[in-house]
């Protein structure tokens, strides 16, 4: 596999503690980029949940240096993992609609494997432990 893709839940954002009605949720394609500080939507994402910007931003991109809005979000991952008020900037993105960048994946424990030529990724927050596959072949090397 070459992207890193799944389903994700995007709505306005909002606070869960709030004990309020929480604001539609609408499912769309997300790519996983580890290569992106930030996260970022597109205008179908924008117009389908009426996300009103926040402010603008300077992005740093493949194409160079571009200004951007921003507008809040919750994000809402396949696991039940949800992050509230996550800054994202409005952006153009190849086959998905969501980009889900540092930001977010620095939160908790991301891998990914290729076990069989199967690609999986996978994500849990809270942080675990450290996967270290220097560590784990030194030990099948010599073990003690």
């Known amino acids: 596999m070459r ?9 306005s954002a909002f606070d869960p503690a709030s004990g309020g009605v929480a604001p539609p ?3 769309f394609d997300a790519i996983w980029d580890t290569g992106a500080t930030n996260s970022v939507i597109t205008q179908k994402v924008i117009d389908t949940c009426g996300l009103v910007a926040t402010g603008m931003t300077q992005v740093h991109g493949v194409h160079g240096v ?6 809040l979000v919750n ?4 696991n039940k993992v949800a992050f509230s008020g996550v800054r994202v900037t409005k952006g153009d993105i190849l086959d998905a609609d969501i ?3 540092m930001d977010v994946i620095n939160q908790g424990d991301f891998a990914v494997t290729n076990h069989n030529g199967i690609t999986k990724f996978s994500f849990r ?7 270290d596959f220097v560590q784990e072949y030194n030990k099948e090397l010599r073990p003690f």
Do not use: D, M, R, Y
């Open 75 to 78: 994000i809402f991952l396949p």
């Open 25 to 27: 949720l609408t499912q």
């Open 99 to 101: 980009l889900i960048g």
């Open 125 to 131: 927050i809270p942080s675990k432990l450290h996967i």
């Open 3 to 11: 992207v890193l893709k799944n389903q994700c839940g995007i709505s």
């Open 66 to 71: 571009s200004a951007s809005e921003t507008f």
